[in-house]
């Protein structure tokens, strides 16, 4: 048997081991682990959805981890009292369309040279998972 076989064969044995360990300590779902309202669990569901993707998008860069706001963006809270699904979502595909509201004029005064980005390149699903999250919060 020659050195690469030799390998290959390490490799293989490795891999099978791994398996076998990764199948024999996975830890299966009960019954018992999931929410016993359908409610709990879809509310869960979307919530981690919209941070998810608001972590991907890279929200938190601007707004802060806990979306409290930062030096150079607000903060993501209480957006139902200005905000309703549809308009969030038109907004985040668009900020740039909403800048003669009274608030983005003093958002502009207040965080100078910041310029929040579109996010039109994002699926409309997915930004109406964002919106439920922050319209939740």
Same mark, same amino acid.
């Given at each position: 048997?020659?050195?690469?076989?030799?390998?290959?064969?390490?490799?293989?044995?490795?891999?099978? @081991?791994?398996? +076998?360990?990764?199948?024999?300590?996975?830890?299966?779902?009960?019954?018992? *682990?999931?929410?016993?309202?359908?409610?709990?669990?879809?509310?869960?569901?979307?919530?981690?959805?919209?941070?998810?993707?608001?972590?991907?998008?890279?929200?938190?860069?601007?707004?802060? *981890?806990?979306?409290?706001?930062?030096? +150079?963006?607000?903060?993501?809270?209480?957006?139902?009292?200005?905000?309703?699904?549809?308009?969030?979502?038109?907004?985040?595909?668009?900020? *740039? /369309?909403?800048?003669?509201?009274?608030?983005? @004029?003093?958002?502009?005064?207040?965080?100078?040279? +910041? @310029?929040?980005?579109?996010?039109?390149?994002?699926? @409309?699903?997915?930004?109406?998972? +964002?919106?439920?999250?922050?319209? /939740?919060?």
């Amino acid at each position: 048997m020659t050195n690469a076989q030799k390998w290959i064969a390490s490799f293989l044995g490795l891999f099978l @081991v791994l398996l +076998i360990l990764g199948k024999i300590t996975k830890k299966e779902d009960t019954a018992e *682990s999931f929410p016993t309202m359908m409610g709990q669990m879809q509310e869960t569901t979307q919530s981690a959805n919209g941070l998810g993707l608001i972590k991907q998008s890279a929200c938190i860069t601007c707004h802060g *981890s806990e979306l409290q706001g930062t030096k +150079i963006a607000p903060a993501l809270s209480d957006l139902k009292k200005f905000w309703n699904r549809d308009k969030l979502i038109n907004y985040l595909r668009n900020p *740039s /369309s909403f800048g003669t509201d009274e608030r983005f @004029v003093q958002y502009k005064e207040k965080y100078k040279n +910041i @310029v929040m980005p579109s996010y039109n390149n994002i699926d @409309v699903k997915e930004l109406g998972k +964002i919106a439920d999250y922050l319209l /939740s919060k």
